[in-house]
């Protein structure tokens, strides 16, 4: 199987030795992302704030494999604290229409960050 990264400078760069995405089989695996600009400064003090930011950056490294968010089969949701699951939902429903991904929301410990989102997409859609 084909594999090829996905990269673009409008979403954080890697800190790792990880892809912002990678295609393979017809499906964009897109990396955990949080809520920081294109050069790794953390944005915003509210949940929301950083909930918006963290989809914007899925969406640009989807943009950049040519597909969107509206493409998403799964998502994985990591939260500082479930007491922001409720603002979470109405947050993801501005970005993920219907029919909605399956998803997973976990409780983590994230370190001087409230969010991370990962995914994954259809690249091909027909």
């Known amino acids: 199987m084909i594999k090829h990264a996905i990269s673009t400078p409008s979403a ?16 964009l695996f897109l990396a ?3 809520p920081f600009d294109e050069g ?12 918006h930011r963290t989809f914007q950056n899925l969406q640009a490294v989807a943009a950049a494999a040519g597909t969107d968010l509206g493409a998403a089969v799964r998502l994985g949701a990591y939260l500082n604290d479930l007491g922001d699951f409720e603002e979470f939902n109405a947050i993801a429903a501005q ?7 399956a998803r997973t929301t976990i409780k983590v410990e994230l370190m001087g960050f409230l ?3 990962d995914a994954v997409l259809l690249v091909d859609r027909g």
Do not use: K, M, N, R
Request: hydrophobic share 40%.
């Open 12 to 27: 954080p760069a890697p800190v790792g030795p990880y892809s912002q995405g990678i295609v393979a089989g017809g499906l």
């Open 32 to 34: 955990g992302q949080g």
């Open 40 to 51: 790794g400064a953390l944005v915003g003090e509210t949940f929301a704030a950083q909930a």
């Open 95 to 101: 970005y993920l229409p219907e029919p909605f991904p």
């Open 115 to 117: 969010i991370e989102l």
